[in-house]
């Protein structure tokens, strides 16, 4: 069983499209999650935590759903530098270990290609 | 913005030699953990260290593999043996006592064993 899985990809929009990414996780007492934003050969770079119902930062929108155990990342007015994978990160439960600064899950990424 | 350094950026080593790979954490941080990355799939935990010792450590970790902070400041990853099957790009990270930030990634060291 995946603790983490995200929807496969690729996706290429137009600059100004909306689109929407999709990840599931299995461990149902998990408390927080991330998304991170990794360009090519590079390191993860955080880009939202959601730790309620949602999250938005200008063009960028977090949502969790506990009971379907899902996190959605929309993105409104793509621009062309938003072109990168997207990974949907998972911190353990404060009950797998008594912390909540363990291991990371991650996903295996989304790609979006903006094009002009 | 503070950040965590990782030296070198890329690594050439012959297959069976050992490498050490360097991190400086974010100064104030406690926690700090190495991943890894195989080209082309997912970033994958190997181990987290607090307190001045490992606190979790996956599958991946064996007896090839040591952590060690050897002066307060860095934290490094030891590879005694490289094996081919450990090419990939291994990174550093860190974070606050209360991990409500997410962690912080260092560029990562690219890795080649031939």
């Known amino acids: 069983r995946k603790e983490v899985e995200q929807d496969p990809g690729p996706f290429n929009v137009p600059e100004g499209a909306t689109v929407a990414f999709n990840c599931t996780y299995s461990?149902?007492?998990?408390?927080?999650f991330f998304w991170y934003r990794q360009d090519c050969r590079k390191e993860p770079k955080l880009l939202m935590s959601?730790?309620?119902s949602g999250n938005e930062d200008g063009r960028f929108t977090a949502q969790l759903n506990r009971a379907s155990q899902y996190i959605s990342l929309l993105i409104r007015d793509s621009k062309l530098s938003d072109s990168a994978t997207y990974l949907c990160?998972?911190?353990?439960?404060?009950?797998?270990?008594?912390?909540?600064?363990?291991?990371?899950?991650f996903g295996r990424g989304t790609q979006l290609t903006v094009w002009p | 913005e503070p950040e965590v350094t990782q030296t070198p950026s890329h690594q050439v080593t012959q297959m069976g030699q050992e490498v050490i790979l360097r991190c400086v954490p974010i100064?104030?941080?406690?926690?700090f953990y190495w991943y890894r990355q195989i080209l082309g799939q997912k970033v994958e935990f190997l181990v987290s260290?607090?307190?001045?010792?490992?606190?979790?450590k996956s599958e991946i970790f064996d007896d090839q593999f040591s952590v060690e902070r050897p002066d307060g400041s860095n934290f490094t990853l030891k590879i005694r043996s490289t094996k081919l099957e450990d090419s990939a790009m291994y990174f550093c990270?860190?974070?606050?006592?209360?991990?409500?930030?997410?962690?912080?990634f260092g560029s990562g060291t690219r890795l080649t064993v031939v």
């Open positions: 260290f607090y307190n001045n010792e490992i606190s979790e």
């Open positions: 990270a860190s974070i606050g006592n209360r991990g409500l930030y997410g962690y912080t």
């Open positions: 461990n149902s007492a998990s408390q927080s």
């Open positions: 990160v998972v911190p353990p439960s404060r009950t797998d270990r008594g912390s909540t600064l363990g291991r990371l899950y």
């Open positions: 959601v730790y309620s």
């Open positions: 100064s104030n941080h406690l926690y």
